[in-house]
């Protein structure tokens, strides 16, 4: 079993509409959550980091984080062409020390 | 500006020849770690370091090699590269390990490095 799992996509949604990307991880002792973005050949850039419980809002970007059930998604409202990139889900393991990434979401929106 | 750098960008070379990518960060961050990233694998996790002199195994550390001598520098050296190693790599820091909790763990990426291994 993978250690964080992400539908690979691609996902595609009109502009101005919500895209939702949605991630599970395997390690329960897991306690930092990241989305990073990363467009096509450049690096991944952090967009959320989300930490408890719950939804954490920044601009356009929602992070929601559910421990009990093993899932941190992210929302984008409003979505923009610019938005269409790769979305990487990324968990710290159980040691804390090292880092764990989904394969990515690839998201698409559509003018 | 605050920035993780690598060099080189682009790197072709043939089976055997040792090789080493420079990573370096100006932020001062304790944590220092390689990527390599593969289509349908993602971003896999080569070796890390917590600070100066000390490096730990990530999930694909076979083949590689690292050092950290100084807080901003941690190179990536492939003593005998093989055409499986051909990827393309970033080197990331954070202030201190994920498992801190806030922006602490949060990481920075460098440009990336495109490796051919013929």
């Known amino acids: 079993q993978k250690e964080v799992e992400q539908n690979s996509g691609p996902l595609s949604v009109p502009e101005g509409a919500i895209a939702s990307l949605n991630c599970t991880y395997s390690?329960?002792?897991?306690?930092?959550f990241f989305w990073y973005r990363q467009y096509s050949g450049k690096s991944p850039e952090l967009i959320m980091s989300?930490?408890?419980?719950g939804d954490k809002e920044d601009g356009r970007f929602t992070a929601q984080l559910n421990k009990a059930s093993q899932y941190v998604s992210l929302l984008i409202r409003d979505s923009q062409p610019s938005d269409s990139a790769t979305y990487l889900c990324?968990?710290?393991?159980?040691?804390?020390?090292?880092?764990?990434f989904g394969t990515g979401t690839s998201l698409t929106v559509i003018p | 500006e605050a920035q993780v750098t690598q060099n080189p960008r682009y790197l072709i070379t043939v089976t055997g020849k040792k090789l080493t990518v420079t990573c370096s960060q100006n932020?001062?961050?304790?944590?220092m770690s390689w990527y390599r990233q593969d289509p349908g694998l993602g971003l896999r996790q080569i070796y890390y370091?917590?600070?100066?002199?000390?490096?730990d195994k990530g999930d694909v550390p076979e083949g590689y090699k690292v050092s950290r001598k100084e807080k901003r520098n941690f190179p990536l050296i492939l003593e005998s590269p093989s055409p499986n190693q051909t990827s393309l790599y970033f080197c990331?820091?954070?202030?201190?390990?994920?498992?801190?909790?806030?922006?602490?763990?949060?990481?920075?990426f460098g440009p990336g490095t495109r490796l051919t291994v013929t």
């Open positions: 990331a820091s954070s202030l201190k390990g994920p498992g801190g909790l806030g922006p602490i763990g949060e990481q920075y």
């Open positions: 390690d329960r002792g897991s306690q930092s």
């Open positions: 989300i930490y408890s419980n």
């Open positions: 990324a968990v710290n393991g159980n040691t804390g020390n090292q880092f764990y």
């Open positions: 932020m001062n961050h304790e944590y």
């Open positions: 370091s917590m600070n100066v002199e000390v490096t």
